[in-house]
């Protein structure tokens, strides 16, 4: 059975009016009427409600407005009401029933190159292009304007207006892309097809019938006309009926490519650029006269000249630029700042300024991480900056790449468009830059490589591009000592997917070079590995007590194990306050005790305690001649960790001087570096900003810098002589060394890669706090347990007793800072779970990059959170993924679907459907409040709050009936809001009274 819906309203039958003695239809929009959803056995059901004051719009009411039973009010936006059942005609209140209407719009058969007889030569010329409608019910209604007879010439009020027709099918509503893009190709095919432009230079692909009607608020005019003139005579042909089944299927459809190309053709050729132009510059124009836009003439043509040569269809906007979502207006930095509240929502188009025209998505590549998609102009809309571009003759490579993925996750690939920028897919158009596949998007597949490249290739290649910026800075130093005023840049940023062979390359670097080089990484497991590879001798600059750890292994059988407590003995001594005239061996003495089993209980007997003095004394001198060779030994190439650099920096600086005396030039490589390490910042701004009770509740802690980290990186930056290499896996160090003040160099050898060895979850939260007093976090350690058991496990913000526990299950625990650098993991299997960044670690990367409390803008703080939850992502994913992925490791990640659309992957998966469901339980009105809780525990950590607090209608609009209406929708139930909300409101809110603005106001504490 047909559903549609009807509204009566005197705005129902189209308005003509007389202008400047012309005859005019009146373009305002129905804003208000009595709707009602009605059952038809047939099309032709519809003649019942022509001649009428009634409209008929072509879907039904989303279910969670419940309006299907009972008659409602259609009002606009800016005056929805949902409780008054005061509902606006717009796209998001809107959808398809299951056998639904679908419109062949006939009314520009000029363009298309038909010539108009009667409407049943139309019918049986469809029939002939469309073979598979022929059988199908049809009715086809005169438009309001077709036989309308201007009584004072006796002639039609507009030419061809017997030729526009509403051609009524019916169809089941998932066959409805499908359906549009059959018309469109075949249309085309049969030379039916043209460019449109409209009056605000967007380029549209028409055909003989309009498919921009195929949307489920479309609202048709069937009723009379309001004749206001006085002038006007009905002369409207009969409406013509065909009695027929349903559209159930739609035919192989060959022709999408072609139609591309036919599209792309046309819409390049030199009239349709000077159309372009020519309605760009009058739309501006009016626009100057109406307020809107403030331009000058050479402005106006300037940016109509810009329009018309266009290549692609994309508008960029302003920074500034207002959208209006949901009756409010907002900035592009504040729907970026809560991008998970607004995607997916609909707001007005910003070029047309229509209502609801246009849609939200999330694309991680755009500069503020979402893009407008405008059912208006067809295109997308970017902000602040062009996105990137995929060429003709690159499209043509990567079709076959493109079709295997899309095979692989069941799509259909049915064309791809340069000028679109956009591949059809399933019958509907994909920008290359939005999420397709979880946070995956085309223009990922497009760019991703198969790990074939031999890995002596890339370190050839990044061996050039750090040895020839290196030759060229001590070519000009060495001429010109003393003013480097003008040398070339000094510092190279080397920045790639782990496992890319940064320090591979760095030992090419070395064994090619004439320069001393100085190698600098993080720990000392890295140093060894490093070491072992580099295969030639190289100096390992240690401190006393690392010294003192080996010589205690060495002569007293301790363990690995026991060097954090070794360490921690070590930080203590130093720790103050200090007791004077105690050495550090002193504060080690129970070091020197032999460890148990090291030495047979007999042998340890016979040891005087004057013979283990002795050995005590040895071990000091050897530390002593250890240390005094390390400081006399040739140091061509040498090797210690950060802190070593850090903590001992004038030792540090005096080797490096030792170097430059000796070999003229210095290459120092730092591993493992950061945005905050290459510009350690002191400093204070704002982040997860709310405002409670008229008061600032952000997290706001002042934020002091490495003091060691930047004395090191103040010097290295500004020695004269010694070319600095950044390596890392991270973004963002462009950004911290532009804003430090640093000319440099950027490597960029970041590159997507395929790998289904990598597997993503994304779950609702992974740090809610459960009704039963476990976590979010700990579930899914439990079911990273139960279902993937030989999988280790990296997690943050356990606390020790947590820790314990997992390991005493059997779980191999990893943080995903202390996994970085682990070259040695790419045969193990791992689960990571993902959290949200801490706001400490938000603030001192935006003080990395120069951003502060004085000049931080709305989207600052989400680029930040994208930023680091990406590198997150991609150094832990990329243990044993991309690069590192020869083995047949797996890696599942379970990401939080709040953080989803930031994430900028360095690895292309099919797998993003893992499900992984926490405890189930019984569905009832428990059930759902215990979402709606965990909703708003997701928020309190994001806006590292205690306690959310406001009143009834707060709660209810933020947090139950949006967690209510994704559930019923999910789950196909039909749970109320409002039971929902007795639910919360009696037994799990605390409730307060206040004073505010001099009255007692209830509110809602969680």
């Known amino acids: 059975m047909l559903r549609i819906t009807t509204i009566k309203s005197p705005q129902a039958r189209k308005a003509y009016t007389l202008k400047n003695n012309q005859i005019e239809a009146d373009g305002q929009p129905l804003s208000k009427g009595t709707a009602q959803v009605i059952n038809l056995d ?40 949902i409780k008054t059942k005061h509902i606006a005609r717009a796209k998001k209140n809107f959808i398809y029933n299951d056998e639904t209407i679908v419109l062949l719009d006939v009314d520009d058969l000029i363009n298309a190159k038909y010539q108009f007889t009667t ?24 438009s309001s304007s077709n036989g309308l007879i201007d009584i004072r010439t006796k002639q039609p009020l507009k030419a061809n207006s017997n030729q526009k027709w509403h051609i009524y099918f019916r169809i089941k509503k998932h066959l409805i892309p499908a359906f549009k893009r059959y018309l469109i190709d075949f249309a085309w095919h049969h030379k039916h097809g043209y460019v449109f432009v409209s009056k605000s230079g967007a380029i549209y ?7 921009a009607v195929f949307s489920p608020e479309r609202l048709d005019y069937i009723g009379s006309i309001d004749d206001q003139t006085g002038f006007l005579k009905e002369n409207k042909p009969n409406a013509v009926y065909r009695s027929g089944n349903i559209i159930d299927a739609i035919p192989f459809n060959p022709y999408s490519a072609q139609t591309q190309q036919l599209f792309t053709a046309q819409r390049q050729t030199e009239a349709t650029k000077l159309k372009v132009y020519n309605n760009v510059v009058t739309w501006l124009t009016d626009r100057v006269k109406e307020g809107k836009e403030t331009l000058s003439p050479e402005q106006i043509h300037e940016r109509a000249k810009k329009k018309s040569e266009q290549d692609f269809q994309y508008d960029v906007l302003p920074d500034t630029t207002i959208i209006e979502v949901d009756g409010k207006e907002l900035t592009v930095g504040e729907i970026a700042e809560d991008l998970k509240k607004y995607q997916k929502k609909y707001c007005a188009d910003p070029i047309t300024d229509k209502q609801c025209k246009c849609i939200i998505l999330p694309a991680s590549y755009a500069k503020y991480g979402f893009v407008l998609k405008s059912y208006v102009t067809d295109s997308y809309y970017f902000f602040g900056e062009e996105p990137e571009k995929v060429s003709q003759a690159e499209i043509n490579k990567i079709l076959p790449q493109l079709k295997k993925y899309l095979e692989s996750i069941n799509k259909e690939f049915q064309g791809i468009c340069s000028w679109r920028q956009a591949a059809l897919i399933n019958n509907e158009w994909v920008n290359f830059h939005v999420h397709f596949n979880g946070f995956t998007t085309l223009i990922d597949v497009i760019r991703a490589k198969q790990n074939t490249e031999s890995v002596e290739v890339r370190v050839n290649q990044n061996t050039d591009d750090i040895l020839n910026p290196a030759d060229r800075y001590f070519a000009y130093y060495n001429g010109n000592k003393e003013s480097l005023t003008k040398a070339p840049p000094k510092v190279l940023y080397f920045g790639g997917n782990a496992g890319i062979a940064k320090s591979y390359s760095a030992q090419k670097v070395t064994y090619q070079t004439s320069s001393a080089v100085t190698y600098v990484t993080n720990t000392n497991k890295n140093i060894d590995d490093y070491k072992i590879m580099f295969g030639r001798p190289i100096v390992q600059i240690k401190s006393m007590t690392n010294i003192l750890w080996d010589l205690l292994v060495d002569k007293y059988g301790h363990q690995a194990s026991d060097k954090a407590d070794y360490d921690a003995d070590v930080k203590r001594h130093f720790e103050p306050p ?56 040739d140091c061509q190439h040498q090797i210690l960790t950060l802190a070593k650099a850090k903590t001992d920096f004038k030792h540090f600086k005096k080797r490096i001087n030792k170097q430059l005396e000796e070999y003229g030039s210095v290459i120092v490589f730092i591993d493992e570096m950061d945005a905050v390490k290459a510009n350690p910042q002191s400093g204070f701004v704002s982040v997860y900003e709310h405002i409670k009770g008229g008061e600032d509740t952000s997290f706001n802690k002042p934020v002091n810098a490495d003091l060691e980290q930047a004395v090191l990186m103040d010097y290295l930056y500004n020695k004269a002589g010694v070319f600095v290499v950044l390596l890392s896996a991270e973004r963002g160090i462009d950004q911290a060394l532009n804003a430090r003040g640093v000319i440099h160099i950027f490597l960029d050898r970041f590159q997507p890669l395929f790998d289904n060895d990598l597997s993503v979850a994304y779950v609702k939260s992974t740090s809610a706090q459960l009704r039963n007093g476990t ?6 350690i439990a079911n990273v347990k139960e279902h993937w058991p030989d999988y280790k496990l990296t997690v943050d913000g356990l606390n020790e007793n947590q820790k314990q526990d997992s390991i005493k299950q059997g779980l191999c625990l990893h943080t995903h800072e202390g996994l970085k650098g682990h070259n040695d993991k790419q045969d193990d299997n791992f689960a990571s779970i993902f959290t949200y960044p801490h706001p400490a670690q938000i603030q001192r990367i935006l003080l990395s990059w120069g951003i502060d409390e004085s000049n931080k803008k709305d989207g600052d703080e989400q680029y930040a959170v994208s930023i680091l939850i990406s590198n997150c992502f991609n150094q832990t994913t990329g243990r044993n993924t991309g690069y590192r992925n020869r083995s047949d490791s797996k890696h599942l990640a379970i990401i939080p679907i709040g953080l989803a659309p930031l994430i900028k992957s360095d690895v292309v998966t099919i797998n993003h459907d893992v499900k992984i469901e926490l405890v189930e339980e019984p569905k009832d009105t428990a059930f759902v409040a215990k979402l709606i809780e965990s909703k708003i525990e997701a928020e309190k950590q994001i806006k590292n709050q205690e306690i959310i607090e406001g009143n009834k209608s707060f709660f209810r609009q933020e947090f139950i009936k949006p967690v209510v209406d994704d559930f019923n929708k999910s789950n196909k139930q039909q749970f109320k809001a409002n039971d929902v909300a ?8 605390s409730r307060t009274k206040r004073t505010i603005d001099g009255k007692r106001v209830d509110l809602f504490c969680y």
Request: hydrophobic share 40%.
């Open 205 to 211: 692909e028409r055909c003989l019938v309009d498919t």
């Open 42 to 81: 047939s099309l032709c059901e519809l003649l019942n409600y022509t001649n009428q004051d009634i409209a008929v719009v072509h879907g039904i009411p989303e279910y969670d407005l419940r309006c299907r039973q009972k008659p409602f009010n259609i009002t606009t936006l800016a005056k929805e009401n």
């Open 775 to 780: 976590s979010a976090k700990l579930e899914h």
């Open 982 to 989: 007795k639910y919360l409101f009696g037994d799990v809110f």
């Open 119 to 142: 409407i049943e030569r139309l019918l049986d010329y469809l029939y002939k292009i469309y073979s598979f409608l022929k059988g199908k019910e049809v009715l086809a209604i005169p």
């Open 578 to 633: 200090m007791e004077f005239g105690v050495s550090i061996f002193e504060s080690l003495d129970h070091w020197f005790d032999y460890k148990h089993g090291f030495l047979s209980l007999k042998r340890t007997r016979q040891l005087s305690s004057a013979k283990l003095e002795q050995t005590k004394s040895r071990i000091k001198s050897k530390c002593f001649v250890e240390m005094k060779w390390l400081a006399d030994c």
